[in-house]
């Protein structure tokens, strides 16, 4: 298994990064600490010790009962070497702009509903950007008033996603330090705060989808033009050497173990592990996940509480059917209550981004992929989805949409016992065919019906989960989960 890395050093890199891209501008306080406390999911006591390690760099300056202030956003380099890395990075910084432009509209039109905008935090900031014409340095203000609908939409996922976007684009460069891109997108016919606060105040939702899908694919042409433009009159263009696009939703609560036991309930889930079965030795399983006994030891004992497993003295851990009576105890654990939540808030944002992922992916599939598809479908136990979900990822080209993708399917592994358990085969014999009839649209060249099956499944499931965590295990701060409509 690679690496964790550390809450203090995942924090102290993103607030740092977020100055040094000049997304909180010199003069300007940082969030509260209790923000920042809400947003990375971690103690006071963390983001102190990275207020003192970016005073310590001398990024902000701190004074007692107040916010630090910055007071530096960017390393002593001059514009062409900015420009150099810029370029360097050329191709993933434009493969995220398109990767959002596909997602950030059904997350926006989503978020958007039963808003209102006059209170969000940042609105008053956004329209005096607007009146002032998007001036250089006024662009962050509708940036984070994307960031208050998204947040303020009830799934810190969205927000959480939005806040990585900030820190790969670049958009301060291009902004403030690009006299190209301005010319061409801030003051052209298109005003992303006009955008944003247009759609904010009425319209039907596919209205606002289709608005808020022109200007991000408007702002991605731009960035392209801009990128291509610095290309062709930089001198010595330099070799490009990417940036690796990285979106853990799970840092900070992904344990050894707890990866271990998503992973081996997922195979139990796909039938990989079916019931009867024995699974792997303990040094065996140890070398195969690069862990210490002690630590399957713990994933083992886990999925024995959920009722999974049943371990057998001499004889190993044998997969069972599982108890129904064990899923109704771990209910009532408060840290279950709060991964339930988690899982329903991934069900809804892969309803909402496995459409556009899909409907990228179809057009790569060949009829011989499709046939094994087909040929797969056959056992009843099976979850045909993660098939299908499989190859599309196997045809999703934007590295960071891959990323997105592969992350959130990762979470949604928590929740097998609850999907498919006590009532597995009604659930996943209404799921699997409605994942037939996806491919089928596929099979006809429909890739419009294809994408919209695939968000259905999802669809289907969530409303399945949400009704089973209610009146079966009484978790009903998730009766306010909102199932995604289709526009």
């Known amino acids: 298994m690679k690496p964790q890395e550390t809450k203090f050093t995942f924090v102290y890199n993103e607030i740092k990064q977020c100055i040094l891209e000049g997304q909180i501008p010199p003069g300007n306080a940082l969030p509260s600490s209790r923000m920042y406390c809400e947003q990375f999911h971690v103690s006071r006591y ?17 004074q007692p009962r ?13 514009s062409s ?31 958007l509903q039963g ?34 609908i998204l947040r303020i939409g009830g799934n810190s996922l969205f927000s959480e996603l939005y806040s990585t976007f900030g820190l790969y684009n670049k958009l301060a460069f ?50 392209e033009h801009t990128l291509n433009y610095l290309s062709e009159t930089t001198p010595k263009c330099p070799a490009r050497t990417g940036l690796k696009f990285s979106w853990n939703p799970m840092r900070g609560q992904d344990y050894y173990y ?25 040094k065996q399983l140890a070398n195969q996940y690069d862990v210490s006994l002690s630590t399957v030891r713990k994933a083992l004992s886990e999925l024995e509480q959920r009722g999974f497993v049943k371990k057998s003295n001499g004889k190993g851990t044998i997969v069972i059917e599982p108890d129904d009576t064990k899923l109704h105890q771990l209910a009532l654990n408060s840290g279950y209550v709060e991964k339930a939540l988690r899982y329903l808030h991934a069900l809804q944002l892969m309803v909402l981004i496995i459409r556009p992922a899909a409907l990228a992916a179809a057009a790569r599939f060949t009829r011989e992929e499709l046939d094994e598809l087909t040929d797969r479908f056959t056992s009843p136990g099976s979850v045909y989805l993660a098939d299908i979900q499989e190859a599309v990822l ?49 099979y006809e060249g429909n890739a419009s019906s294809f994408a919209d099956g695939m968000a259905d ?31």
Not at 264 to 272: A, D, R, S, V, W
Not at 400 to 428: C, D, M, Q
């Open 46 to 62: 963390t983001i102190n010790r990275v207020f003192d390690a970016l005073r310590a760099e001398g990024l902000v300056d701190i």
């Open 66 to 78: 107040l916010a630090p202030i910055v007071v530096s956003k960017k390393d002593s380099c001059n």
């Open 81 to 111: 070497n900015t420009v150099f890395e810029i370029l360097k990075q050329r191709e993933s910084i434009l493969q995220l702009y398109q990767t959002f432009a596909l997602i950030l509209p059904s997350l926006m039109v989503f978020s």
């Open 115 to 148: 808003c209102d905008v006059e209170i969000m935090p940042h609105y008053k900031q956004a329209m005096k950007a607007l009146r002032l014409g998007d001036a250089s340095g006024e662009w962050s203000s509708p940036s984070k008033l994307g960031y208050d």
């Open 174 to 223: 291009f902004a403030e330090d690009c006299p190209y891109f301005s010319k061409h997108f801030l003051r052209g016919s298109v005003s992303v705060t006009s955008v944003i606060i247009d759609t904010l105040k009425g319209g039907e939702p596919l209205t606002k989808y289709n608005q808020l899908s022109d200007m991000y694919q408007k702002l991605t042409d731009s960035i």
């Open 258 to 282: 707890s990866k271990i036991v998503d992973d081996m309930n997922l195979k139990i889930g796909l039938g990989e592990y079916s019931v009867g079965i024995y699974l792997p030795y303990e």
């Open 394 to 442: 196997k045809h999703t080209t934007l590295e960071p949409l891959y990323v997105i993708l592969s992350e959130t399917n990762h979470l949604l592994e928590w929740g097998h016992h609850f999907a498919y358990y006590p009532s597995k085969r009604h659930t996943l014999s209404h799921l699997n065919k409605k994942a037939i009839t996806a491919l089928r649209q596929l």
């Open 457 to 487: 499944c999802y669809r289907y499931i969530l409303i399945c989960m949400k009704k089973n965590m209610v009146e079966k295990y009484k978790f009903h701060n998730v009766a306010n989960i909102r199932v995604p409509e289709k526009y």
